[in-house]
T-cell receptor, first 112, second 118 residues
Framework: AQSVTQLDSHVSVSEGTPVLLRCNYS??????LFWYVQHPNKGLQLLLK??????LVKGINGFEAEFKKSETSFHLTKPSAHMSDAAEYFC??????????FGKGTRLSVIA | GAGVSQSPSNKVTEKGKDVELRCDPISGHTALYWYRQRLGQGLEFLIYFQGNSAPDKSGLPSDRFSAERTGESVSTLTIQRTQQEDSAVYLCASSSGVLAGARYNEQFFGPGTRLTVL
């Protein structure tokens, strides 16, 4: 069975500094991996997805993630944080015809 | 175009009462999912509908939970004899599901229904 571990429940960065949200996964097969963002009182939005193509995936709003099979990681990064990036971020794994598995989320705070 | 809509946006009920939550998926999306998000937690999968196939109910936490879907449109999640631990945000998502391994398609989420059981 697959699983996802988001290593930080809360990350705080200053505006203009890099963002790193860490995610490790466990999967028996070649997984698909996703990052979703949830802004307060808004629905979930897909940031990016990895589905066995290029290992460096670019998403919306300047975010990107790199699939590293040897490290079973799929960390989310952004070179420069913006105030509007403050939100909850979820790492998600999927393999074949099994339910999507969400991590517990990382709350990103951006300090002016 | 319209996204996924859910109603009501908020529901407060008394312990022991039944509740129905509604989801209107994006038109043409054959796959529909229900998830539950407890406070401070990630999403838990509840149930999955794909076209006319039998639904995947493996995530339903108890027999008090059930869901139906009319064709490839509206879905209703019903919780009978609600308990306080049922308090959560219930999210619905839909996807086009046209490819083999349909779960790889992007899921579009509704705004959720916040259920509070007193």
């Amino acid at each position: 069975a697959q699983s996802v571990t988001q290593l930080d429940s809360h990350v705080s960065v200053s505006e203009g500094t890099p963002v790193l949200l860490r995610c490790n996964y466990s999967s028996s097969y070649s997984p698909s991996l996703f990052w979703y963002v949830q802004h307060p009182n808004k629905g979930l939005q897909l940031l990016l997805k990895y589905t066995s193509a290029a290992t460096l995936v670019k998403g919306i709003n300047g975010f990107e993630a790199e699939f590293k099979k040897s490290e079973t990681s799929f960390h989310l990064t952004k070179p420069s944080a913006h105030m509007s990036d403050a939100a909850e971020y979820f790492c998600v794994v999927s393999e074949g015809n099994t339910p999507l598995v969400f991590g517990k989320g990382t709350r990103l705070s951006v300090i002016a | 175009g319209a996204g996924v809509s859910q109603s009501p946006s908020n529901k407060v009920t008394e312990k022991g009462k039944d509740v129905e939550l509604r989801c209107d998926p994006i038109s043409g999306h054959t796959a529909l999912y229900w998830y539950r998000q407890r406070l401070g937690q990630g999403l838990e999968f509840l149930i999955y509908f794909q076209g006319n196939s039998a639904p995947d109910k493996s995530g339903l936490p108890s027999d008090r939970f059930s869901a139906e879907r009319t064709g490839e449109s509206v879905s209703t999640l019903t919780i009978q004899r609600t308990q306080q631990e049922d308090s959560a945000v219930y999210l619905c998502a839909s996807s086009s599901g046209v490819l083999a391994g349909a779960r790889y398609n992007e899921q579009f989420f509704g705004p959720g229904t916040r259920l509070t059981v007193l």
